[in-house]
């Protein structure tokens, strides 16, 4: 395990989140690479009265992956992953991300509901429930979990499914992080046709009423095979951002 502290070359690099607007310092940050690491993390955290939060992809908007003066048990480099493709399940680490999971189950044509961005982890997403472009034909991504490794709070190294501490099992469809810190992951996979369509469609910020209206009604009437979303965001100077529509946009996006 490497534990790095304010005075180590790489604290900043690694304390640092997907949301910029969060700069929070916490005493050290414990890099695990094994649940038997974890647990001796979260020892320390217990012996020195530390709050504790666990870090994968760091996506959390609110900045839960982190903290101020405490302990972030980084599991990062569990990325471990293993496809079963006749059974149609895959083994993930608790250190991946969606873009790493989903190089390795697209080799055989299998899928699950992921994360929209590819540097979401699959960690954080799934024990949140996990909202992705599958969903209406797979569910959540914590609907496909078959079972999931953590450790507790005491440093027990436990399983979680439908048959081993299954209230435990259905806490992590959706409750958070706050049942211990989850080290793997396993899944459900879905055959994932031979072409998938997807688009981005960009409309004037002031055309967003009519917009919401019109996508309201698309997203009742589509089969579950089509997946949407729409948001209203500030496009960037990008390359495929008309010059003229920089700036805010009403957003549409569709995945067949």
């Known amino acids: 395990m490497e534990w790095i502290r304010p005075d180590n070359p790489d604290y900043d690099e690694t304390r640092k989140l997907f949301n910029a607007m969060i700069d929070r310092r916490p005493a050290v940050i414990a890099r695990c690479s094994s649940p038997g690491e974890v647990a001796e993390a979260l020892k320390h955290a217990r012996n020195h009265n530390l709050e504790v939060a666990v870090r994968s992809g760091g996506h959390s908007v609110a900045g839960m992956s982190t903290n101020d003066g405490g302990l972030v048990i980084d599991v990062r480099p569990m990325k471990s992953i293993s496809v079963d493709p006749e059974a149609k399940t895959v083994t993930a680490g608790g250190g991946l991300t969606w873009g790493e999971f989903d190089r390795a189950t697209q080799q055989h044509g299998l899928a699950v509901t992921g994360g929209r961005a590819s540097t979401t982890g699959v960690s954080g997403f799934t024990l949140g429930g996990g909202s992705g472009w599958l969903e209406r034909a797979y569910g959540f991504a914590c609907d496909n979990l078959i079972s999931v490794d953590l450790v507790t709070a005491s440093g027990d190294l436990v399983t979680a499914s439908e048959h081993e501490n ?13 049942f211990g810190v989850a080290t793997s992951f396993t899944f459900q996979l879905h055959d994932l046709g031979p072409s998938v369509t997807a688009g981005l469609m960009l409309f004037p910020g002031e055309a967003a009423t ?5 996508y309201r009604q698309v997203a009742l009437d589509a089969p579950d095979q089509v997946g949407t979303a729409l948001v209203y965001l500030t496009a960037p100077p990008e390359e495929f951002v008309p010059e003229d529509m920089v700036g805010k946009l009403a957003v549409g996006m569709a995945y067949l």
Do not use: Y
């Open 166 to 178: 299954p209230e435990l099992f259905w806490a992590l469809h959706g409750g958070g992080g706050n």
């Open 210 to 214: 009519e917009v919401t209206r019109a």
